[in-house]
Structures are given as structure tokens and as C-alpha cells.
């Protein structure tokens, strides 16, 4: 009964490929982001998207692209994976855009590595 | 612009004994303050928001706007509070995490 369902939960793949990440939220919550956590454990926001529509959009390059079919998922798609795109990377969700000061609830990650 | 600074990145204590995690925010408005807490290899979790002036796992945080700060404190530390600590405001339409402090709790 995961409130925010990411997959899969480890991903490996070569430099070059194209891959996407899954996210799912059952909290009702308008509003969904995509984190990105380094080795340095240093977390930055990607995206966020509120009612299927882009509201933040961090200087990340155009190869990530979000896809959010509907306010229940937000999904991330990388093209031409590079080595330095390794990381984990967390979806998140929030009931109302963050300056109503709704806590965000987090997905479980997916760690990716670029080989 | 809003900041959040946690000017420890790795901080290690014995079992028993107090800890205090530090967290500065800027902001010019009034932020809401969080703190999330990552054990190994898991998702974040809400530990503490300071609307709520809760103590949970026998943490607490008191907001101090003369300082700006939002330090988590906590009494007599435990193995189990061993992870990842994330300072973090809210406001703006935006979330800002600080760095990220790593506490370990030496037995």
C-alpha cells in the first residue's frame, strides 16, 4: 500500500541508452517532483509538476524529459545516458504546491548507474 | 532567494549523549521548516515540521527567528538515529534541502 511507488528500484545501463523511470502517487496529491540525490548525498530538485502541468523546471539538461499522463504519476524519461547521470533518484509528492508548506512524501528512490 | 545551510556534513556521537544538528534558513517571508531523515539506502521521511512543535523519536526542533535556525536536538542518542539528516524550507512554490548532515551514533 506504497503511497509513492517508484520503479524499478535499481537500474543499470550503459552510456548512450535511453531509459525511464515510473512514478506513481495513491495520496491524492496534486503535486508530484523529481528529485536527484549524488554520491554526495547533495539532493537537487529537477521538476515539479502540479495537476499535470510544469511548474519548476531546474536547469537539468534537455536529455531528461518528465512525462506526467495524469496528476497520479509524473515519470522520467533520459535520453543518451551519460556517467555522470549516476545517482538515486527519488519522486516526491505534496498535497498543494510547496508554498502552502505541504511536506513532500518521498518514493523510495531508484538508483541508476551508467556503465 | 531562500537557503538552507547545515554547516555539518558528517557528525558522530556516543550512544547516550546528546546531539544537536544544526540548521540556518534565509528567507524574508515566514518559511515552513522540515526535517527529513534518510536511513541507509531508504527513501526520506518526515521526521519533524515546525508547525507542529511534536517530539518524535524523542526529537525536537524549535524555530528560532532571531537566529534563523531550526536545530534538531535530541537528548540521549540512540544507534538507531544513525542517517541521514536533511534540513529543509518551504516557500515560494519551492522546497530547499541543505546539504544534508550525517549523524552516527557510535555504541
Known amino acids: 500500500d506504497t503511497a509513492v511507488s517508484q520503479t524499478p528500484k535499481y537500474l543499470v545501463t550503459q552510456m548512450g541508452n535511453d531509459k525511464s523511470i515510473k512514478c506513481e502517487q495513491n495520496l491524492g496529491h496534486d503535486t508530484m517532483y523529481w528529485y536527484k540525490q549524488d554520491s554526495k548525498k547533495f539532493l537537487k530538485i529537477m521538476f515539479s509538476y502540479n495537476n499535470k502541468e510544469l511548474i519548476i523546471n531546474e536547469t537539468v539538461p534537455n536529455r531528461f524529459s518528465p512525462k506526467s499522463p495524469d496528476k497520479a504519476h509524473l515519470n522520467l524519461h533520459i535520453n543518451s545516458l551519460e556517467l555522470g547521470d549516476s545517482a538515486v533518484y527519488f519522486c516526491?509528492?505534496?498535497?498543494?504546491?510547496?508554498?502552502?508548506?505541504?511536506?513532500?512524501?518521498f518514493g523510495n528512490g531508484t538508483r541508476l548507474t551508467v556503465t | 532567494a531562500q537557503r538552507v545551510t547545515q554547516p555539518e556534513k558528517l557528525l558522530s556521537v556516543f550512544k547516550g549523549a546528546p546531539v544537536e544538528l544544526k540548521c540556518n534558513y534565509s528567507?524574508?517571508?515566514?518559511?515552513?521548516l522540515f526535517w527529513y531523515v534518510q536511513y541507509s539506502r531508504q527513501r526520506l521521511q518526515l521526521l519533524l515540521r515546525?508547525?507542529s512543535r511534536e517530539s518524535i523519536k524523542g526529537f525536537t526542533a524549535d524555530l528560532n527567528k532571531g537566529e534563523t535556525s531550526f536545530h534538531l536536538k535530541k537528548p540521549f542518542a540512540q544507534e538507531e538515529d544513525s542517517a541521514m539528516y536533511y534540513c529543509?524550507?518551504?516557500?515560494?512554490?519551492?522546497?530547499?534541502f541543505g546539504t544534508g548532515t550525517s549523524l552516527t551514533v557510535i555504541p
Open positions: 515546525h508547525i
Open positions: 516526491a509528492s505534496s498535497h498543494l504546491p510547496t508554498g502552502a508548506g505541504s511536506p513532500l512524501h
Open positions: 528567507y524574508s517571508g515566514s518559511p515552513e
Open positions: 529543509a524550507s518551504a516557500g515560494g512554490n519551492q522546497f530547499y
